[in-house]
Every structure is written in C-alpha cells, then in structure tokens.
C-alpha cells in the first residue's frame, strides 16, 4: 500500500487540525491502518489504529477522548481528526498499514506495520 499523508500544520494550543492519509495500491479495505507520531529526540509512538471490516478504533492514553480516527472505504483515505491540541502533540505524523491483510494482532507496536507514509508535521504552540 502506498501512503500519502496531509493536513499537518502549525496551530495554537486548544486548537485542531485533521490529518488525512491516501492510500493507493492494494486492497485497502482488507488492511488495518494506524497513525503513529515522532517528536524531535524521541522514539516513534503509537497514536491510534482503526481496522479493517468493523473499523473497530484503538487510541493511546495520551490522546484518547481528543483525537478520531476514521476510514472512507470507498475513497481509501485514513483520517485523524485531533481536537484540543497540546504543545506535547507535536510531532511528525505517519500513516501506515499492517504489515498482513486482516491483521488482528497488537495495534500498538510499529513492528507489526509495514508500509508507512512520508509523514506530515504538527506543531502545536502554546
């Protein structure tokens, strides 16, 4: 599956922004996608996943009950809507897909994604 990832920005504090992230190439439908972010000098962190079928949605702690993740099946566009932005959101965001169609193991880890997007900046000021 190729990414392409969009909507990141610069926004104030309290603020929000939705990322999109187009996919092309495989079956799109048959994949669970995930966000992921990194901010300068950390590792990669899970942000949210939303799978395949049910579109079941799964979020870190960090940013439940502030950001949505959603899929358009017909268009094969993953978004992130991300409401009440604090400066510790800052970071580049990826998009990416499983490494496996109808994957159903652990969200949460980047070992088990495979095709990642170019990723898009989000910069929150306070």
């Known amino acids: 599956v190729q990414l392409q990832a969009s909507g990141g920005g610069l926004v104030q504090a309290g603020g929000s922004l939705r990322l999109s992230c187009a996919a092309s190439g495989r079956n799109f439908g048959r994949y669970t996608m995930g966000w992921f972010r990194q901010a300068p000098g950390k590792e990669r962190e899970f942000v949210a996943a939303?799978?395949?079928?049910?579109?079941?949605?799964y979020y870190a702690d960090s940013v439940k009950g502030r950001f949505t993740v959603s899929r358009d099946g017909v268009e094969s566009v993953v978004y992130l809507q991300m409401n009440s932005l604090k400066p510790e959101d800052t970071a580049l965001y990826y998009c990416t897909a499983a490494r496996q169609e109808y994957y159903t193991g652990t969200y949460y880890s980047a070992a088990n994604y495979g095709d990642w997007g170019q990723g898009t900046l989000v910069t929150v000021s306070s």
């Open positions: 939303i799978t395949w079928g049910t579109y079941d949605t």
